[in-house]
T-cell receptor, first 115, second 115 residues
């Protein structure tokens, strides 16, 4: 079974600084997709960034970027110029490119951005 | 567009009571799923459906029933509520091929407390 591990239950960062959230996963598949979701106190699940496993280039979305290391099965999220609105729970998730339609989530990292 | 609508947003049940959490989407998505979110556990898949009339169990199905009589609706039934079912429940949906591009579209969640 696929597993997703987020080893940092909680992290904090000062406003305007950079923070990296870690995620590792375990799969025997070669075709899959990885996601980072943000869940602010409103509880809404918001897609932050996605990465296709067959692409070597790391995905970026404005202040958010990933470091995807396929051989190491690592998928970390870097947030640059952290803002107070980035305070949220962040979930790493794995999705099979085959017939499996299920998102598998990590346990989450609670990020607090301090003023 | 309403997206994925979950009702109710909050519910308190007594042990042994039954209830149905409603989920409706207006995007004609074939794939729908129910997740539960517990502190320190991330989101875990309860049941999912790949189309009307087709459902299957996820990681934590015990104590829950689902049916999918229409494309739009995917209700989750608690047969006899237990305190262990106290959680936040999310419904999510996607179209074929969309999941790998955009992840899932999530509802805003139902916070259920069983006393």
């Amino acid at each position: 079974a696929q597993t997703v591990t987020q080893s940092q239950p909680e992290m904090s960062v000062q406003e305007a600084e950079t923070v990296t959230l870690s995620c590792t996963y375990d799969t025997s598949e070669n075709n899959y997709y990885l996601f980072w979701y943000k869940q602010p106190p409103s509880r809404q699940m918001i897609l932050v960034i996605r990465q296709e496993a067959y692409k070597q280039q790391n995905a970026t979305e404005n202040r958010f970027s990933v470091n995807f290391q396929k051989a190491a099965k690592s998928f970390s999220l870097k947030i640059s110029d952290s803002q107070l609105g980035d305070t949220a729970m962040y979930f790493c998730a794995w999705f099979s490119g085959g017939s499996n339609y299920k998102l598998t989530f990590g346990k989450g990292t609670l990020l607090t951005v301090n003023p | 567009n309403a997206g994925v609508t979950q009702t109710p947003k909050f519910q308190v049940l007594k042990t042994g009571q039954s209830m149905t959490l409603q989920c409706a989407q207006d995007m004609n998505h074939e794939y729908m799923s129910w997740y539960r979110q517990d502190p320190g556990m991330g989101l875990r898949l309860i049941h999912y459906s790949v189309g009307a009339g087709i459902t299957d169990q996820g990681e934590v199905p015990n104590g829950y029933n689902v049916s999918r009589s229409t494309t739009e609706d995917f209700p989750l039934r608690l047969l006899s509520a237990a305190p262990s079912q106290t959680s936040v429940y999310f419904c999510a949906s996607s179209a074929p091929g969309q999941g790998k591009r955009d992840g899932y579209t999530f509802g805003s969640g139902t916070r259920l407390t069983v006393v």
